[in-house]
Each structure stands twice: as structure tokens, then as C-alpha cells.
């Protein structure tokens, strides 16, 4: 590598710091340019005030089959930040008649577990399983609605909340494909692909800092606070960056543009993006007294979908929410205390303060119309590469969509800059 060759990153999101990880293991010059004053996008934490307490943007779960999440922990040495059962479970309540069951797969690709009436959802035959043949055969135009019956039990127990929460979109009208690229890469490889797993302290802590730590010993500056306004081409090539200055980019330097699409689309106007979003709300409640034992909980008849704790916090997650956004953040508390209360017994004197986040454009709207919108990580430009959960990374938009398009986009840049 010359002296002179950098890769110019645009954005300190998880795709960017993904991007940047895989760059500097392969001895590449890294700088990052962030329009904020910190690192992470979505994943970010902060100390709220108001809590007194450490608290997550969002609440995410990922699981073991997380492949390049793993990865991503494992060169920065961060693999503990992550704790989850040592089997995969997933606890339900039905708050409509309150029953509760825990969804456990089995060892192997094939669900024998469904078997034991114990372990299957209550109210569902065997049969009801075979739905997800339909699913395996989905073409990238087929929605889930055309895949399953999304008027029964199965569907309001358990395919419901689990394709929200994945999708961020309605789920009879999310796209089948993805849906089923996501299952084949967990669900559909046993148990020990689909542990679920927690950030133990933050999801900064466990996804941005280790990060931070681990590039500013390596060939890595990150300038925060510094927006770039326009993106100079000529040629088909990218010849600067303007930020509050203008940055020359080298004949043989790189650019990876990972911010959102729609930041994408400002800077550079020929790029086709999704264009349509979808909002998460999340919901943060300091526990006054005894603290819920659990770590998650999936929450069925009531608003929220999940419920998720660490110490005396717990968090709500809402997906798909774009109507509920309208309303105010004082009517979101109430009705997410109510399920609270109603999953863990607790009364109002349990009830401390609350900070409830409202994530409009969350993610894209992933209907298979706005999934064939996905760019590849090759832009117009040769010498720039896209990165960012809105990529073309053939899974949905998640922590595991970002850091895999983080390592596609590097790996894009590293075959130009050799070639």
C-alpha cells in the first residue's frame, strides 16, 4: 500500500465501524467522518437523566447465528459482552387469557421439539408448522400474507410478533424472501444458531465502544462533528469530499458512504434507495422495589411486543409503528406500563420514571417493493462502495444486516484498491 492511500468512511454507525474493523485488520488507512458527536447510529446508549440510568436508542436481541455480529466480537476481543440462555428459549405471555409457554427449537434443523405438546404453543397442532413449507418456496415478489393464514393462533402466538420485530413492517405485507433468508441463517440451523442474546450492560458497550478502543490503536482517525455537505465526482470517480473543508480523495484512495438511504440519496441524487420508513417506539421503565427476574419476554394481546430487562430497567419495544408515533409520549407510557404491570405483577407504587424514544425511519419499509429498491455495495462512482443496513445484504435490516454490510462494503473496497 502506498503512503498516500487512505479509505474515507462516511458515517461511524455499525456499518461504518464494521467497515472500518475489517479495513484496519487488513493494514488499510482508515478516516471517519460523523456528523454527530458520537459513534454507534441506532445502536447507540446514553445516561438519561430522567432514569438515572444508562439506557439503549433501541432495544435489539440478536441471536448466536448472528454470523458476522459474532465475528465483529470476536476481533474486538467484546464476546462477553453478549448473555443469553446457555439453550435457546423464547418466553411468551398471551396477556388476553394470560397463559404463557416457551418456544424452545430443537438441536437440529428439523423442529422435533414440536412434538412434545410441552414445548409447542398452546392452542396449535403439528400441522399448523407446515406453513412454513410455503414460506421456503417464496419468491422475492411474494409477501408473508400470501404464505400463512394470518388469522389464527399460530400466526397471532407466534409468527406475528416474531416477523414484526424482525421486519419493522406489517407483517402480512413484509417480504416473504427475507423473512425466509433470516430463518435459514437461525431458526432453520437448530438451537444453537438462535440462542438469544443481550447486551449485558449497553449496546454501546457491547458493539460501539470495543470498537472505538480497537481503532484508535490501529491506522484509524474519526473525526466527529463533521458532516460531509457534498460528495465531488468526476469521471466516474469521487475526487473530493466537502465537509467544513475539502478533502481531496487520491487516485488510488476509496470511499464508503454508510449513513441512511435517504442521507444517501442527498449526496449522492442518482442512487436508487428505499424511500419509505418505518418507526420503532421504545419505551424505558425504572423499576421502584423488586425487579422482574426475567431478561426478555415476548407479549402477545397486548401493545408492546417484547419486554425486555436489565437490572432494574425494562424496556418495551414496538415495531411498525408509525401510527402509534402520532400520539403522545405520555399516552405511549401509560398503555406500556399497563402491559408492564400485567406481565410482572407490579402495581402503581412500582412505577418509576419513564423515557419512551420514538425512532421514526427506523428502518426501511421491507415489503418485497422497497426490498428490490436495495442497492449492492457498488455505487455509480468506482472508487465508492454503500454500506448500511439498506444494502443489498440479503437479510433484513438489523444489528446483523448492518455489520454484514460494513464487511461487504470493505471487502468491495479492498478489491479495488488491489486491483
Same mark, same amino acid.
Given at each position: ?12 454507525? &455499525?456499518?461504518? &465501524? =464494521? ?22 447510529? !441506532? ?20 441471536? =448466536?447465528?448472528?454470523?458476522?455480529? @459474532?465475528?465483529? &466480537? ?10 443469553? #440462555? ?13 397463559? =404463557? ?99 449485558? !450492560?449497553?449496546?454501546?458497550?457491547? &458493539? ?101 430487562? !436489565? +437490572? ?34 407490579? +402495581? ?19 415489503? #418485497? ?47 479495488? @484498491?488491489?486491483?
Amino acid at each position: 500500500m502506498k503512503a498516500n492511500e487512505e479509505i474515507h468512511i462516511i458515517g461511524a454507525g &455499525l456499518a461504518g &465501524l =464494521s467497515a472500518a474493523v475489517q479495513l484496519v485488520e487488513a493494514g488499510k488507512c482508515v478516516r471517519i467522518y460523523e456528523a454527530t458527536s458520537s459513534a454507534g447510529g !441506532r445502536c447507540r446508549s446514553f445516561y438519561d437523566g430522567r432514569l438515572e440510568r444508562i439506557i439503549d436508542n433501541g432495544n435489539h436481541l440478536i441471536l =448466536s447465528g448472528n454470523k458476522s455480529v @459474532m465475528r465483529y &466480537l470476536e476481533l474486538l476481543g467484546a464476546e462477553n459482552e453478549l448473555k443469553g #440462555p446457555e439453550l435457546a428459549e423464547f418466553p411468551f405471555i398471551d396477556l388476553a387469557d394470560n397463559s =404463557s409457554w416457551t418456544v424452545r427449537p430443537g438441536s437440529r434443523a428439523i423442529p422435533w421439539s414440536i412434538f412434545n405438546s410441552k414445548w409447542r404453543i398452546p392452542g396449535i397442532s403439528i400441522k399448523n408448522y407446515y406453513s412454513i413449507w410455503r414460506l421456503s418456496q417464496a419468491t422475492p415478489s411474494d409477501t408473508v400474507g400470501a404464505c400463512f393464514d394470518t388469522d389464527g393462533v399460530i400466526w397471532h402466538r407466534f409468527w406475528r410478533p416474531i416477523i414484526v420485530s424482525v421486519l419493522n413492517t406489517d407483517p402480512a405485507y413484509a417480504s416473504a424472501n427475507l423473512l425466509w433468508k433470516t430463518l435459514k441463517e437461525t431458526f432453520g440451523l437448530g438451537e444453537v444458531a438462535c440462542r438469544p442474546l443481550l447486551a449485558v !450492560r449497553s449496546l454501546s458497550q457491547a &458493539l460501539v465502544d470495543p470498537a472505538l478502543s480497537y481503532l484508535s490503536g490501529k491506522s484509524c482517525k474519526l473525526d466527529f462533528n463533521k458532516r460531509v455537505r457534498k460528495i465531488i465526482s468526476e469521471d466516474q470517480r469521487v475526487k473530493g469530499i466537502e465537509t467544513t473543508d475539502l478533502v481531496e480523495i487520491g487516485e488510488r484512495d476509496a470511499v464508503i458512504l454508510s449513513v441512511p438511504p435517504y442521507s444517501a440519496a442527498q449526496l449522492a441524487p442518482n442512487l436508487i434507495v428505499p424511500n419509505t420508513f418505518q418507526t420503532i417506539v421504545n419505551g424505558h421503565f425504572r423499576i421502584e422495589g423488586r425487579s422482574p427476574e426475567a431478561n426478555f419476554i415476548g407479549v402477545v394481546g397486548g401493545m408492546a411486543e417484547w419486554l425486555f430487562v !436489565r +437490572g432494574d430497567v425494562v424496556s418495551v419495544t414496538i415495531s411498525a409503528a408509525n401510527e402509534l408515533s402520532k400520539i403522545s409520549e405520555v399516552e405511549i407510557a401509560d398503555k406500556m406500563w399497563a402491559d408492564i404491570s400485567s406481565v410482572f405483577g407490579l +402495581g402503581s407504587s412500582n412505577r418509576g420514571p419513564s423515557r419512551v424514544i420514538k425512532e421514526k425511519r427506523a428502518t426501511f419499509e421491507q415489503t #418485497p417493493e422497497q426490498v428490490a429498491r436495495r442497492p449492492s455495495a457498488r455505487a455509480e462512482f468506482t472508487n465508492m462502495f454503500l454500506a448500511g443496513d439498506w444494502t443489498d445484504t440479503g437479510i433484513p435490516a438489523t444489528i446483523e444486516g448492518a455489520v454484514r454490510s460494513g464487511i461487504i462494503a470493505a471487502n468491495s473496497a479492498l478489491e479495488y @484498491m488491489e486491483n
